[in-house]
């Protein structure tokens, strides 16, 4: 059993920043890609950043250079580092793990930017 908790969503007005996290427990040490995706309202959940095993990162065209994803010391343990916000930017944030055994989710965090 998996289990993925994500934290870190809020209001923020246009400009400011957010740090998500994801936490990771359960019966899986290691997967071999964390990432976060997010869903706006009447829209395709869309990957926004992942992290591979070995810490190769890939980021959606629309937050590069204002998105980080990072790994914690623990390694199932991963932030996104969202900074210079937009309201484009709005929608449910989630978590998603990839194990040999399958795909895990979070429950997903809301992140609301104001104009």
């Known amino acids: 059993q998996v289990q993925l908790v994500e934290s870190g969503g809020g209001l923020v007005q246009a400009g400011g920043s957010l740090r998500l996290s994801c936490a990771a427990s359960?019966?899986?040490?290691?997967?071999?890609?964390m990432g976060w995706y997010r869903q706006a309202p009447g829209k395709q959940r869309e990957l926004v950043a992942h992290i591979t095993r070995d810490d190769s990162t890939y980021y959606a065209d629309s937050v590069k250079g204002r998105f980080t994803i990072s790994r914690g010391h623990a390694k199932n343990t991963i932030y996104l580092q969202m900074n210079s916000l937009k309201p484009e930017d709005t929608g449910v944030y989630y978590c998603k793990a990839r194990h040999t055994s399958g795909d895990y989710w979070g429950q997903g965090t809301q992140v609301t930017v104001s104009s």
């Open positions: 359960g019966t899986i040490f290691s997967f071999n890609v």
